[in-house]
């Protein structure tokens, strides 16, 4: 075989045609000799077009100096939308240390995808459903297109307002957060697959319809209303947990869970990276409830104190509770109620004096105990107290601003009116999650031949069966 030298090669490129000259020069580079490797080359252009095309309206209009006030917001928003996206982290810690660590690897890919799928179609379609679209239901249900606008205008800098990009990123987290909580409630029995539809689905369409109701100022109905939910306790909380409830009851409880009728406690296997996560999660909610005040102003310390104080009540009533029930303090008991008291005042943290976010924050903690053991009663198999914590304190926090709003509270000497307005929302969030979510999840179990892994996947454990690889391969396995 006669190999071309290089002198060779440099003559063949420089008698070549004009036409032939580039696919030689490509050729000559190591790679790109294949069939292969040209077909990937040829995307590229289409990638860059595709770009240009969806990136035409952020080339923003001659733009003002920037301003203190544009720069501090934005700045501001940017960091919170930072904390809450780190907020996966603590879930994923929380989910995987409460669970069995022949599962650990299947949780932890399903709190890293989804919130790649909640970015995606939040940013597809679900951001435009819930702020930037016209109404088809007034009030209920809007629709104008994929995608969102986020070109920069000279209104937005010397009004110092958001830009159009750092309020979607920071909405795109909260929309993460709802599909996150599904999966503690699913845990360690639901196909993979089948989860990751119904994430796309839930952060896409379901969310952004319901949040709309409230988040849309002036426009959705329940803000019409005067509905008041500041950070989500059940825009977000209670709706990511009745969408995961009725994924749980459709699975059923995990094998040994109910013997005899009775609860078996299925101990997790790594409380201190549980604990580890929820440290995450409350440092996590400094951008989460702050963060929605939407700018930098004097208001924003406050929250923080009462969000703060919120957590240490919760946190402090669950332990005294585990102790008088059980006899001695639980860790997982101590850890959920520090997550009970965060999304206890989280729908009020702006409106509470500093010693009724503690207390709604103790009271949740206390709820939290209870909730458990009630859920577990009836049958339904809550690996990490998902519901508990962001469904049933979802509820009470929603309530609490009714009683302990400073302007409109009973408690505060305000009458019943905004109470029976909390009723209705928590009441009209619960029904739209529960029947949209049935739905969904009825429709993807039929599709695909059910959602639940066999019974030999999950005695195997769902590392093996859906991902083929364990979280601790250099420890001996064990049968929990």
């Not at 319901?210 to 426009?219: D, P, R, T």
């Not at 702050?290 to 930098?296: E, Q, R, T, V």
């Amino acid at each position: 075989m006669t190999i071309a030298s290089p002198s060779t090669r440099r003559k063949r490129l420089q008698e070549a045609s004009l036409s032939e000259a580039p696919m030689m020069l490509l050729r000559s580079i190591r790679g790109f000799g294949n069939s292969r490797s040209l077909v990937w080359l040829a995307c590229v252009p289409l990638a860059l077009f595709g770009l240009g095309v969806f990136n035409l309206a952020a080339h923003a209009a001659e733009l003002p100096e920037l301003t203190p006030a544009f720069l501090a917001n934005n700045m501001f928003l940017l960091i919170c939308a930072a904390l809450v996206i780190f907020m996966n982290a603590g879930f994923a810690m929380v989910e995987a240390g409460m669970c069995r660590q022949k599962n650990a690897v299947n949780i932890l890919a399903k709190n890293l995808i989804v919130f790649a799928l909640a970015v995606t179609a939040y940013w597809f379609i679900g951001y435009k459903i819930m702020y930037n679209a016209s109404w088809v239901i007034p009030g209920w249900f809007k629709f104008g297109g994929l995608f969102f606008d986020p070109t920069v205008t000279p209104e937005m800098v010397t009004d110092g307002k958001l830009v159009p990009s750092v309020d979607f990123l920071f909405q795109a987290a909260f929309a993460g957060t709802a599909a996150t909580i599904v999966s503690g409630l699913v845990a360690e029995r639901i196909k993979f697959g089948e989860f990751v539809i119904f994430s796309l689905v839930l952060v896409g369409v379901l969310y952004p319809i319901s949040g709309s109701w409230q988040w849309n100022v002036g426009e959705g109905w329940l803000n019409k209303m005067g509905f008041i939910d500041f950070a989500g306790s059940t825009v977000v909380h209670s709706f990511g947990a009745w969408a995961g409830l009725i994924g749980a009851m459709l699975l059923g409880p995990r094998i040994g869970k109910f013997v005899g009728g009775k609860p078996q406690a299925i101990p997790g296997h790594n409380l201190a990276i549980a604990t580890l996560g929820c440290l995450i999660l409350w440092l996590g909610w400094y951008g989460f409830n702050p963060g929605s005040w939407l700018s930098m102003a004097p208001e924003v310390p406050y929250i923080a104190v009462t969000t703060t104080l919120g957590a240490a009540g919760g946190g402090i009533a669950a332990t005294l509770v585990s102790q008088f029930t059980g006899g001695k303090p639980d860790l997982t008991m101590t850890i959920n109620g520090i997550l009970a008291g965060l999304v206890g005042v989280t729908a009020g943290c702006d409106g509470f004096s500093m010693p009724a976010a503690w207390v709604v924050g103790f009271i949740a903690g206390v709820i939290v105990v209870f909730s458990v053991a009630f859920i577990d009663g009836l049958k339904i198999d809550d690996p990490v107290g998902a519901f508990s914590v962001h469904g049933t304190c979802g509820i009470w926090a929603t309530l609490a601003v009714g009683l302990f709003n400073t302007d409109k509270g009973l408690l505060t000497g305000h009458g019943f009116s905004q109470l029976g307005i909390q009723i209705v929302g928590v009441v009209a969030f619960a029904v739209f999650a529960i029947v949209s979510s049935w739905i969904v999840w009825s429709i993807i179990g039929a599709l695909f031949g059910g959602i639940r892994v066999t019974e030999q996947e999950e005695v195997e454990g769902l590392d093996i069966g859906e991902h083929g690889m364990e979280a601790y391969p250099d420890f001996a396995a064990t049968a929990k």
